[in-house]
Nanobody, 122 residues
Framework: VQLVESGGGLVQSGGSLRLSCEAS????????MGWFRQAPGKEREFVAG????????YYADSVKGRFTISRDNGKNTAYLQMNSLKPEDTAVYYC????????????????WGQGTQVTVSS
């Protein structure tokens, strides 16, 4: 499975961005999807996850109420809508796919995108 993120950029505090993650070369509709982020000097951290059927969704406490994960299996694409952005949301954002496992652990994911930079200015 190849994953390609897009939609990152520079935005002012309080603004919004929508990230996309397009999958190819595999069975996207059978994979759970996750979004992670990594800021300079910090470990990669879980942001949001969605099961293959979109029945179960998970969020990090730091983004609950501001970010929304979704997926469109017909388009082989996952999304992360980010609202009310804060400077502390600045990071490289990665999407990842897994067959099963712990949503919150990066090691549970089999496939990763190259990442897209999100920068929030104060």
């Amino acid at each position: 499975v190849q994953l390609v993120e897009s939609g990152g950029g520079l935005v002012q505090s309080g603004g919004s961005l929508r990230l996309s993650c397009e999958a190819s070369g595999g069975s996207f509709s059978k994979n759970n999807m996750g979004w992670f982020r990594q800021a300079p000097g910090k470990e990669r951290e879980f942001v949001a996850g969605v099961t293959w059927d979109a029945v179960n969704i998970y969020y990090a406490d730091s983004v609950k109420g501001r970010f929304t994960i979704s997926r469109d299996n017909g388009k082989n694409t996952a999304y992360l809508q980010m609202n009310s952005l804060k400077p502390e949301d600045t990071a490289v954002y990665y999407c990842a796919a897994q067959n099963s496992g712990n949503f919150y652990s990066p090691s549970s994911y089999n496939y990763w995108g190259q990442g897209t930079q999100v920068t929030v200015s104060s």
